[in-house]
């Protein structure tokens, strides 16, 4: 069974950091490009990021560029979010995913994503 289990959010002041983890389990870690994802409360859901180890390429979305640094840790089958300068709009439930990484870029739309975790919540106070 696959499962993706995040952890890290939590509440925090602007300007605050926070690190979240993405732990993965039941699949071939080097297969899949791992994806982190937010949604905040009465929007659409949002890719932020994303990491291929396949290439070692990374995406980020202009709202979190110079702000957020995506890290995968191979011997844990852990991917990191390390998020810096926070701000009252990165509140959201952040969810990582994983797709099967099939081509160079790490640019999957979220509908392409195989697996999904629970998300956890990152509060960010003004």
């Known amino acids: 069974e696959v499962q993706l289990v995040e952890s890290g959010g939590g509440l925090v002041q602007a300007g605050g950091s926070l690190r979240l983890s993405c732990a993965a389990s039941g699949l071939s870690f080097d297969d899949y490009a791992i994806g982190w994802f937010r949604q905040a409360p009465g929007k659409e859901r949002e890719g932020v990021s994303c990491i291929s180890r396949r290439d070692a390429s990374t995406y980020y979305a202009d709202s979190v560029k110079g702000r957020f640094t995506i890290s995968s840790d191979n011997a844990k089958n852990t991917v990191h979010l390390q998020m810096n300068s926070l701000k009252p709009g990165d509140t959201a439930v952040y969810y990582c995913?994983?797709?099967?990484?099939?081509?160079?870029?790490?640019?999957?739309?979220?509908?392409?994503?195989?697996?999904w975790g629970q998300g956890t919540q990152v509060t960010v106070s003004s």
């Open positions: 995913a994983a797709v099967l990484d099939i081509r160079a870029g790490c640019n999957y739309r979220m509908n392409e994503y195989d697996y």
